[in-house]
């Protein structure tokens, strides 16, 4: 049994046993929060159903949404972060809808930012990099996915450096800083191989062979955003570690 669902039967035992009622209040609390938590670990659990698949399952943004709404009840800005995050990030890998997912992003970077959690933090701004990147705004995309990388790299989060590495890659070859390009392949294959993170060996892989393939002057600069938003929906597997 969930710990928080545990707390909440023991303080209703001491409303009914005690009479101790204050309780109760803390007690709805707990079960809001671990309402919110269900929701958000089943809805993560669809998503990777959909990158497995790729089939929409109705269930995943209402979940996220369910999980909101409790985070806003029980006034958990930091909850709030993260379902923000998911519901951004369905609307941009599920959905392909640009708009509501920069939304949503961006109200998780703010929350994030507030709220201290650097790892939320560092997702959003990861994904809004990749939504520059999709537009074609390769500065903007540089500097939001340097900032969720030294953010990884504080967490020691390597996977999710790696991750960023190849993104900041693809940014790097759209500029024609090849020589970048190729160091931060390079770096990104040392950490995926480090971390054991198969799927993004298999990106620095794809990666080196654009390079091959491209001369300076040649890239196109929203290449990467939406190649792997495109990557997302038809490739398999991708566990992200959260929380």
């Not at 790097?172 to 160091?183: E, G, H, I, N, S």
């Not at 390079?211 to 939406?226: C, E, H, V």
């Amino acid at each position: 049994m969930d710990d928080r669902v545990r707390l909440a039967g023991e303080l209703y035992e001491r409303a009914v046993f005690n009479g101790e009622y204050d309780g109760l209040t803390r007690a709805g609390r707990e079960l809001d929060v671990a309402e919110a938590e269900l929701a958000l670990a089943r809805g993560k659990l669809l998503h990777g159903r959909f990158l497995e698949r790729r089939e929409e399952d109705p269930r995943e943004l209402a979940l996220f949404e369910r999980a909101l709404g409790a985070y806003r009840w029980v006034d958990d800005e930091r909850g709030q972060a993260e379902a923000l995050f998911w519901i951004g990030c369905f609307h941009q890998v599920v959905r392909d809808d640009r708009e509501r997912a920069v939304s949503a992003l961006a109200r998780s970077r703010a929350l994030a930012a507030k709220s201290g959690d650097d790892l939320t933090l560092s997702y959003a701004l990861r994904h809004l990099g990749i939504a520059a990147h999709s537009a074609g705004e390769l500065d903007e995309a540089r500097a939001l996915l340097e900032q969720s990388t030294a953010l990884r790299r504080t967490l020691g989060f390597t996977a999710g450096v790696a991750a960023n590495l190849v993104g900041l890659f693809y940014v790097a070859k759209a500029q024609d800083r090849l020589d970048d390009a190729r160091a931060l392949a390079d770096e990104a294959a040392e950490l995926a191989t480090a971390a054991g993170a198969a799927t993004i060996l298999g990106q620095v892989s794809e990666a080196r062979w654009a390079l091959r393939l491209t001369s300076p002057g040649t890239a196109t600069p929203a290449g990467w955003g939406a190649r792997l938003l495109a990557w997302c929906r038809r490739r398999a597997r991708f566990t992200a570690r959260r929380r």
